[in-house]
């Protein structure tokens, strides 16, 4: 899957870059301020992890808070939150093509090799995002970070979790707004299935529609998941088109829910990202909920079964700036 460079000027307008590569312009309009962005931008101030110095929360999925009465109730999340999961997961894939992945590498080899401080931008495979600073070092011939204040700990720079480098300590705040900036635009906002009734609002599943019929059934709600894959693991991003559900036909009395699966990078009939093909398809909704989250401001009905699979953009972007209605590539 590639960036359509066709839309790069838009793209790059947008991102309100300057100089180098995760510093972001003060001057940069800040919110969902026109077209160019899908979300609102998250301008909450960054916290320290109380457990390992120089470490900041950018965008949590394994812990979230909530403030209650005075009080601040703490909840953790084992393997990440499923929408916050898969959001934070879709625009990691996204940010990564942007900054050019390889180039990401070279720089933060560079900087290890050379021995000096610098903050990284992190996304783990839990969905959890943070921005790290640390002196750079080369251990058993491989990219090393360690935690800021230590000689002993830290951890490898070559586990594909690191999206992001800026030279020197402090970098955190360039790098978290960069990566909030372009969730925002480039994502749409999610939210947490709830279950049981998560999926109440889907129509029930008529067998009386004919095939050509069942064509022109509308989008009852999209929702984005990370595909578990086939063969090269977890696929984020994947969009799924809900039409309605059978009611008590999955797994101890749950649902089977119904509609077509989008894999980015789809060129063609068959070959998408990690294998996957664009299908007709169905969930259970116990399993589409532990994927991802509902699409929060897809207008149910907008668009229909033919317009899930036919023309769809194969690149992630503008795939969800379709489904919400606006311009796309």
């Known amino acids: 899957m590639s960036?359509?460079?066709?839309?790069?000027?838009?793209?790059?307008a947008a991102r309100q870059q300057t100089g180098e590569f995760g510093h972001q312009s003060r001057t940069a309009p800040v919110g969902l301020s026109d077209d160019t962005f899908l979300a609102p931008v998250d301008e909450s101030p960054l916290e320290a992890n109380l457990a390992r110095k120089g470490t900041w929360h950018v965008a949590d999925a394994c812990a979230t808070?909530?403030?209650?009465?005075?009080f601040v109730r703490t909840t953790i999340h084992v393997g990440g939150r499923p929408d916050l999961k898969a959001r934070n997961l879709a625009a990691r894939n996204i940010y990564e093509e942007l900054a050019q992945a390889d180039a990401t590498a070279v720089k933060v080899?560079?900087?290890?090799?050379?021995?000096?401080?610098?903050?990284?931008?992190?996304?783990?495979?839990?969905?959890d995002v943070e921005a790290v600073e640390g002196r750079g070092a080369i251990w058993n011939g491989r990219p090393f970070q360690y935690f800021k204040g230590s000689s002993t700990k830290g951890y490898y720079l070559d586990q594909g979790d690191v999206i992001d480098v800026t030279p020197g300590f402090g970098g955190q705040e360039g790098l978290a707004a960069t990566f909030?900036?372009?969730?925002?635009?480039?994502?749409?906002?999610?939210?947490?299935?709830?279950?049981?009734?998560?999926?109440?609002?889907?129509?029930?599943?008529?067998?009386?529609?004919?095939?050509?019929?069942?064509?022109?059934?509308?989008?009852?709600?999209?929702?984005l998941i990370t595909h578990p894959g086939i063969a090269d693991g977890p696929v984020p991003g994947c969009l799924f088109f809900a039409t309605d559900k059978q009611s008590g036909e999955g797994p101890n009395g749950t649902h089977i829910i119904n509609g077509q699966f989008w894999a980015p990078g789809q060129d063609g009939p068959l070959g998408g990202e990690g294998g996957l093909t664009s299908e007709s398809s169905s969930f259970y909704s116990g399993d589409l909920a532990r994927l991802g989250g509902k699409v929060t401001d897809y207008v149910p009905g907008s668009?229909?079964?033919r317009d899930s699979w036919r023309d769809m953009p194969s690149d992630r972007s503008e795939a969800y700036r379709r489904i919400l209605g606006k311009e796309h590539n």
């Open 3 to 12: 960036i359509d460079h066709a839309a790069a000027a838009r793209r790059e």
């Open 65 to 70: 808070t909530e403030e209650r009465d005075g």
């Open 109 to 127: 080899g560079q900087l290890c090799a050379a021995g000096k401080p610098m903050t990284t931008l992190k996304v783990t495979g839990y969905g």
């Open 180 to 223: 909030r900036r372009r969730a925002a635009q480039f994502v749409p906002t999610v939210e947490r299935i709830p279950m049981p009734g998560g999926f109440d609002d889907l129509p029930e599943y008529d067998p009386d529609v004919f095939e050509d019929e069942d064509y022109e059934t509308r989008i009852a709600a999209v929702y």
């Open 303 to 305: 668009m229909t079964f």
